[in-house]
């Protein structure tokens, strides 16, 4: 039997990568490297082909959901963790038995209107979010189908 999809939302910097940096990537593809949180890297290893993603803009003025990917590739060596010379690294990893992983996201669409982090917070269907809950900072979350489906209508 075929998995069911799951969603997710990825939090990134405008500053560091927006949605529009995934919309110029070579086929609209990039990698999600640079995950230094064991939860998020764990929500990356159960992600499947298919699977949706909520783009967020974080640290933004507002922060919003902005738009959607797709997974494309799933969980592989972050590479990025053993480059001394990239900020993503970290000393402690032995590429014997790498720590961190990364997955590869297809851009699908950007909001016409994005979805602010206030809007979010002021939607009763969404009080459980994880996005919402206090004291949240993960990068890469899940979204329940609800909570997908009803962003969805907010657009």
């Known amino acids: 039997m075929p998995q069911q999809r799951r969603y997710w939302l990825m939090k ?48 933004a003025d507002p922060p919003a959901v902005v738009g959607i990917a797709e997974v494309v590739r799933t969980a592989y060596v972050d590479s990025t963790q053993f480059d001394k010379k990239d900020h993503h690294y970290d000393p402690q990893s032995d590429p014997s038995s790498p720590r961190w992983d990364m997955v590869d996201i297809k851009y699908i669409r950007k909001f016409s209107q994005p979805v602010s982090l206030d809007q979010l917070r002021k939607e009763p269907k969404l009080k459980g979010m994880v996005l919402l809950r206090k004291g949240s900072r993960l990068s890469v979350q899940p979204v329940t189908p609800v909570e997908w489906e009803y962003i969805l209508t907010l657009v």
Do not use: K
Request: glycine share 4%; proline share 2%; net charge negative.
């Open 12 to 59: 990134s910097e405008p500053s560091s990568f927006s949605i529009d940096d995934l919309i110029q990537a070579s086929q609209q593809t990039t990698c999600w490297d640079g995950v230094r949180n064991y939860q998020a890297r764990n929500f990356m290893r159960s992600m499947a082909i298919g699977d949706r993603v909520l783009f967020y803009h974080s640290n």
